[in-house]
């Protein structure tokens, strides 16, 4: 199929009148009258912009278009806001498979089906946000590997994990019963492969499955008690314990016994100053538990790693074998 491809890069205003709208698969850019798009002509324009907006005001669509006119699948876009939301990476790999996704292998086929046309698999880089505090979550995300953290964040920019999704989870399943604004950042802590669906779409699909409807209900108390357990945890237990814990939470999602993470990562993670982290990898280390070495933590003793991690690992693991 002839392609036709548009330039590199195109650079839009940012402003109210922009906006992305993807309607039966095809995806169209609006700009109002009083923001065209610089370096081309327009008629109602009474100033012309700037050839090089900053860089937090561009929108940058490289787009290839099929012999009638559609995005190809291998178009990709970026749709306007504060920051850009993320594209991911179409993957062709072992690790591509839906069900790999818990909650999707749990469904009732029939159920699943109502998903399965609208389903992608993406892979996302480390620190790759997902979602920022406070916007509209536009996508639901399934992961199948990897790991995705939840962080409240401060006013002034400071940020605390309160929950991490595997593959057991989901990550945005509350809009599947409205409209849904997230009052949490998800970053990508480690690097993710995830079948992604619109919100729309997985609204229409939740509104005629009961099934879909308990998995959204239920997998959000999962992640209420993970804040809830993650408080707690945070203010009554010691560094050391805390550490212990979440590198066990992150070596079950990462599923083997080596992760990727730096220092500067582990400390925004649990609250506490970088020499604390360096303080007490250094101790584990020293005793034989974990092998650490430039960003990668590889647990050598989990059995002394787990008797040294306060109750809440153990907590929350059987809370989550307790849930459907």
Known sequence: MQMQQFPQKMLFSSGRGQKIIRM?????VRVAAAQPFAGFPHRSATKPLSPVPDRQSTLAIPISLGSRGRPSRSAVFIPCGNAAR???RIVALPNNDPMQNKLLA????EHFNLLAPHLTTVSYPQNQILLEAGEEADQVYFP???MLSLLAVMRDGKAIETATVGREGVVGAMAGLGLYRSMVRCVVQLTVTATRISSAQFRKAVSGSEPLRNMCIQYNEVLLTQ???TAACNALHPVEERF???LLQSADRA?????SLTQELMAEMLGVRRTSVTEVAGKLQAAG??????????IVDRTALERVSCECYQTLQEHAARTP
């Open 106 to 109: 749990a469904l009732p086929r």
């Open 144 to 146: 199948h590997s990897g």
């Open 255 to 259: 599923e083997n016994g080596t992760v």
């Open 86 to 88: 993320p594209i991911g």
């Open 24 to 28: 039966a698969g095809r995806f169209s």
């Open 227 to 229: 804040a809830r357990v």
């Open 244 to 246: 212990a814990r979440w």
């Open 289 to 298: 538990m974990i092998t650490y070495s430039r960003g990668v933590i590889k």
